[in-house]
Nanobody, 113 residues
Framework: QVQLVESGGGLAQTGGSLRLSCAAS?????IGWYRQSPGKQRELVAR???????DYADSVKARFTISRDNVKNTADLQMNSLKPEDTAVYYC??????????WGQGTQVTVSS
């Protein structure tokens, strides 16, 4: 099973930017980010496949960009124009070529108003 290590996150002001990074221990067919805030279900934020197909939550389109490096097995989430409602724990998620999937440990993103 692939192992995921996340970095980035932290505190930003409304309108600010943060960048999250996820490093996978091996190649993945799909890698992306989910988030979960208190009392809410975990939701997809963005994901990118090995073939560069992308999915974004409607709430982050035009503000967040996911990129990946298929050689380094990394994925970054650039978050711009942050809003207080973006506050959540962000989790990296990846699906391996054998169909198994893994979650990162989670990183806190807090956006102050």
């Amino acid at each position: 099973q692939v192992q995921l290590v996340e970095s980035g996150g932290g505190l930003a002001q409304t309108g600010g930017s943060l960048r999250l990074s996820c490093a996978a221990s091996g190649s993945t067919i799909s890698i992306g980010w989910y988030r979960q805030s208190p009392g809410k279900q975990r939701e997809l934020v963005a994901r990118r496949t090995y073939a560069d197909n992308t999915d974004y939550a409607d709430s982050v389109k035009a503000r967040f960009t996911i990129s990946r490096d298929n050689v380094k097995n990394t994925a970054d989430l650039q978050m711009n124009s942050l809003k207080p409602e973006d506050t959540a724990v962000y989790y990296c998620h990846a699906t391996s070529w054998d169909g198994s999937s893994a979650w990162g440990q989670g990183t806190q993103v807090t956006v102050s108003s």
